[in-house]
């Protein structure tokens, strides 16, 4: 287990940029596939990015491919997101997860997750 803390989010204009950050607590954050997650009002929970352990894998959702980069500092036990070209239906809380068992996409093999930052595209 680790603890994870979102920031980065803020208001911006379709087409503007945003880099979220996720700090991580513990040890073994090294060892964690780290994904993220994003979560619209009325909306469930759905995937983006992920990246494995030493950040040689990485997989987008089709929505934000090309878009969006996912990368990862161990040394500075971070994760980011560095979101380009910016849509509102982009705006979203934004969750930082870690996943133990599985590089996945799947929200219920996540271990750990943040509290979220929210992010707001405005047309």
């Known amino acids: 287990q680790v603890q994870l803390v979102e920031s980065g989010g803020g208001l911006v204009q379709a087409g503007g940029s945003l880099r979220l950050s996720c700090a991580a607590s513990?040890?073994?954050?090294?060892?964690?596939?780290m994904g993220w997650f994003r979560q619209a009002p009325g909306k469930e929970r759905e995937y983006v990015s992920r990246?494995?352990?030493?950040?040689?894998?990485?997989h987008y959702a089709d929505s934000v491919k090309g878009r969006f980069t996912i990368s990862r500092d161990n040394a500075k036990n971070t994760v980011y997101l560095q979101m380009n070209s910016l849509k509102p239906e982009d705006t979203a809380v934004y969750f930082c997860?870690?996943?133990?068992?599985?590089?996945?996409?799947?929200?219920?093999?996540?271990?750990?997750w943040g509290q979220g930052t929210q992010v707001t595209v405005s047309s």
């Open positions: 997860a870690a996943s133990r068992g599985a590089y996945t996409s799947g929200r219920l093999d996540y271990d750990c």
């Open positions: 513990g040890r073994t954050f090294g060892s964690y596939t």
């Open positions: 990246i494995t352990w030493n950040g040689a894998s990485k």
